[in-house]
């Protein structure tokens, strides 16, 4: 097969880390017996090609590619780039824009496949473009240039590479003020050297001796386009033991995913915020509506996918349960999906009364009953409000303090309370029972007795037997009832405050994400392959977004990832082609 290798930078001599990966698939492409041509702007012809694989396309102009929508082509974008502004977090609202996003549209989406990075870099492209088809492989890399050399480190040393302004140079400068334990080090190219005051220069740096440089340092850290998302302390998290807050949350523990699972915090973070966006719900479960506050970079998870969090709008994606009136799935801290189905479902707890032993003589148990048939009262009723709710009363009115006090010395129930009788302006007395179980019982023993109350008595205890116990309450199981629900969003909006609070994140394994105050939020990490491959300490503070790669902790499987990843991307080619 004849193939076509779109870039727009020449693959020979020193090159970028992203020249050298192409090198590797081309490698593997000539092995498997593909003729293969790179192919540079100016050499750009779309004749006697059977496949066009598009790397990096800065340099070509909508025309030269406008002519491959009709012939097969890969895309796979190595760069957040497919112009000279350079697609990036920071320029997306501008990319958003863009009057050329329905050719690009067209572009990923008449492509025979879509080959991305990381996750990372197919939600930037999707936050432009909407939902996008692809697969994502890591950058291939060639391991036995990255490796630990076991020499001594800089103590406290932090190293980045090519610190652009596109890149969010502006956080680094910003981390760099504010930790100032560390010493910095730049290598590369800058378009704001004036800016990097805190660090040393050590100059351009080939690819290949990139390694003898990050094993000086102690830590590598990405330039962040964006601040690290975070919540307040407070705010709670799903765990295997319930909701706990995310200050308390320590590595090790595990959390509730956005796929329901239970994953371990593989890392925890705290900073200091000097903006917040607040987000209200239209959830009446607190006065007026249920709110929530997070910065306003954290992915949010919606309907559309991961959204931040001051450009959300609609409804947000939360930890759902089914209405206990019609199964529909509705927000965690709901009960019911309508006032319809809170008419069906008003309930009461229902607890059968027990009997207990009440040791009165007969004699006394004729005089009590004699005065609940001459001046006591039995209440039978249900309170309709709420289904199975019954509430009887028992009582005796008397002005003779001392027979009240008599009564209830000898059953050790009830109470007395006083009340004005507004005929005759002189005190009377009440002696009532409330308990369900001392009802139940005092009218067993005194039933046999009354006469005058014996039918009403009766009745209590017959409905008394009748009623059964309220089921225990359903224990949530993560695997068995996990669900997603929409959640409407009433408002939302930014703002900045006087005096910073502490913030914090959590780094989830695998599926990188956590339920947090009822939504899913996402946890955001980048890291670098090649700082990891030479044994750097990663600083994760204020990075964009997640790679997602669930190996990334594992050195051994990192390194067979990314040797294999040529021969997966050829495999991914074949098999649609």
Request: net charge positive; proline share 5%; hydrophobic share 35%.
């Amino acid at each position: 097969m004849r193939v076509a290798w779109l870039n727009d930078l020449p693959l020979e001599g020193y090159g970028s880390g992203a020249e050298l990966s192409s090198k590797l698939i081309i490698k593997e492409g000539i092995r498997r017996g593909h003729d293969i041509d790179v192919v540079l702007p100016h050499t750009f012809t779309t004749k006697g090609y059977d496949l066009f694989i598009i790397k990096n396309v800065v340099s070509f102009s909508k025309a030269l590619l406008g002519e491959l929508l009709k012939e097969n082509y890969v895309n796979y974008p190595s760069d957040y780039a497919w112009c000279k502004w350079r697609l990036w977090y920071a320029m997306l609202p501008k990319c958003k824009k863009c009057k050329g996003i329905e050719f690009w549209k067209d572009f990923y989406d008449l492509s025979k496949l879509n080959i991305f990075l990381s996750p990372l870099h197919k939600r930037a492209y999707e936050y432009v473009l909407g939902k996008l088809k692809g697969i994502c492989i890591p950058s291939p890399i060639d391991t036995s240039l990255f490796y630990d050399m076991k020499l001594p480190r800089e103590k406290n040393s932090v190293i980045c590479i090519n610190p652009f302004s596109f890149k969010g140079v502006d956080n680094l400068v910003t981390f760099a003020e504010e930790h100032k334990q560390y010493k910095y080090y730049w290598a590369g190219n800058s378009d704001v050297e004036g800016k990097l005051i805190n660090f040393k220069k050590l100059g351009y740096i080939p690819y290949q001796e990139l390694n003898r440089i990050l094993n000086r340092c102690e830590y590598w850290i990405e330039q962040p386009s964006t601040p690290q998302p975070c919540f307040p302390g407070f705010a709670k998290v799903l765990t295997e033991d319930g909701w706990r807050s995310i200050r308390s949350i320590k590595v090790g523990t595990k959390v509730v995913t956005h796929l329901g699972r239970l994953k371990k915090v593989t890392a925890t973070h705290r900073r200091v915020a000097k903006e917040m966006t607040f987000i209200q719900l239209k959830i009446r479960t607190t006065w007026p509506f249920r709110a929530f506050r997070v910065t306003p970079k954290h992915p949010l998870l919606t309907s559309e996918g991961w959204t931040e969090a001051n450009k959300i709008k609609g409804e947000l994606l939360g930890l759902g349960k089914p209405c206990l009136g019609c199964g529909k799935p509705i927000f965690t801290f709901l009960r019911v999906c309508s006032r319809t189905c809170q008419q069906k479902t008003r309930t009461f707890k229902v607890k059968k009364p027990a009997l207990h032993n009440l040791s009165v003589p007969s004699s006394k148990l004729g005089y009590i009953a004699g005065m609940l048939d001459g001046e006591g009262n039995i209440t039978s009723r249900f309170d309709y409000r709420y289904r199975k709710a019954y509430h009887p009363y028992l009582k005796i009115t008397n002005t003779n303090l001392d027979s009240l006090k008599f009564i209830q010395s000898s059953t050790g129930m009830g109470n007395i309370r006083r009340k004005k009788d507004k005929k005759r302006k002189r005190p009377i007395y009440e002696w009532f029972v409330e308990k369900k179980d001392d009802i139940y019982t005092l009218l067993t023993y005194l039933s046999p007795c009354l006469i005058v109350k014996k039918a009403l008595a009766q009745k209590v205890l017959e409905t008394f037997r009748k009623l059964k116990n309220s089921p225990p309450k359903k224990l949530w199981n993560v695997s068995t009832d996990f669900m997603l629900a929409k959640v409407p969003v009433r408002y939302v909006t930014t703002y900045k405050l006087k005096k910073g609070i502490d913030v914090y994140n959590l780094d989830v394994e695998e599926e990188h994400s956590y339920i947090a105050e009822g939504v899913v939020a996402h946890n955001c990490e980048r890291q670098s392959l090649e700082a990891k491959l030479a044994g750097c300490n990663i600083i994760t503070n204020d990075m964009v977004g997640a790679t997602s790669y669930s190996w990334f902790k594992d050195l051994s499987r990192l390194r067979k990832e990314v040797s294999e990843a040529p021969k997966r991307f050829w495999n991914e080619v074949e098999k649609r082609l």
